[in-house]
């Protein structure tokens, strides 16, 4: 059945600090594009595949995503997610939801059990509870927040995944608990088809960094454009993306892969937590560049 090469990529986050070592996170990153290419081999869908791996990472502590999620400036976790099905282009997301284990199953409910894109606050609480999705008992006793750990004044450490499968369909997933110390019901990037997150039949996309310039810059959706237009590849779309980010003031990172396996991962802060796993069977994770 497998005729195309499969690949992957995820990433835990754009906001790394020069010197803090995440041999933790890279080593957890590196086993999960082992599960992806394991699951991949095995035929599994790449939508399917996206949601497993960010689900893994949510419930991992290790991100600013779930568990490991900032606290707004009230001291709630309300989270973003959004996964993207590139072969029909169905999407779902949810923005700002409050006390739920993993968002990107609810944000894939969002996808399948209704007939809208983006749910926000209240109403993905009770879509999610309403399809028995696993509540957060006590906010305060289970979020860890990452960030918090870290002493920094800006928490970016979403996580996101895109995918190939064998049968050539890409998909992609990003899971955010936003940046430390938010405004309550700021939403970020994430959720937003286009900004942060985007799959189509020729390219999955994922993106961290300060969301608001990615936004601006409409940066998921433009390295699909880049890509379907102009014919870059991946890796000159999410570069130029990132320049526009840039322009505007901000940083982070970009995940791609392309319809036929090639995969990208730029960023332009000082450093992404990624994993690859390359069409030829690699796989490769860190930090930094060299
Ligand atoms: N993009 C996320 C946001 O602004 C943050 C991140 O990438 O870590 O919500």
Redesign the pocket.
């Known amino acids: 059945m497998a005729s195309s090469p499969v690949a992957l990529v995820l990433h835990g ?3 790394v600090l020069a010197r803090r070592s995440y041999d933790r996170e890279v080593e957890h990153l590196h086993s999960l594009a082992e599960r992806g290419r394991t699951l991949l081999h095995d035929g599994m869908s790449a939508i399917d595949v996206v949601a497993d791996l960010t689900r893994a990472m949510e419930v991992s502590g290790l991100y ?1 995503a779930g568990k490991g999620s900032a606290p707004n400036v009230e001291g709630r976790y309300e989270l ?1 997610a959004a996964i993207m099905d590139g072969p029909c282009r169905m999407a779902g997301a949810v923005a700002a939801l409050e006390g739920f284990v993993s968002p990107i199953d609810a944000a894939r409910m969002v996808m399948e059990k209704t007939p809208h894109v983006l749910l926000a606050g209240d109403g993905a609480a009770r879509l999610a509870r309403k399809n028995g999705l696993e509540e957060v008992e006590d906010p305060d006793s289970y979020y860890k927040p990452a960030a918090v750990a870290d002493n920094r004044a800006i928490a ?3 996580v996101g995944a895109v995918a190939l499968d064998a049968e050539g369909r890409l998909a992609a997933a990003t899971s ?1 608990g ?2 430390l110390k938010k405004t309550p019901g700021r939403v ?3 959720p937003l088809i286009g900004s ?1 997150t985007w799959a189509d039949t020729e390219v999955a996309v994922s ?5 608001e310039y ?1 936004i601006r810059s409409l940066a998921a959706g433009t390295v699909a454009a880049r890509i379907r237009y102009l014919q870059e590849s991946p890796d000159e779309a999410c570069r130029w993306a990132l320049k526009d980010v840039k322009r505007l003031g901000g940083d ?1 990172g970009i995940i791609a892969v392309g319809k036929d396996g090639r995969v990208a991962f730029p960023w332009n802060s000082e450093g992404m937590k990624h994993a690859v796993l390359h069409p030829d069977g690699r796989i490769t994770a860190g930090v930094k560049a060299g």
């Not at 993106?207 to 969301?211: A, D, L, M, P, R």
């Open positions: 986050g754009a906001g600013v973003d970016t450490g979403t955010t936003g940046t970020g990037d994430c942060g993106c961290t960094g300060q969301g990615f982070g």
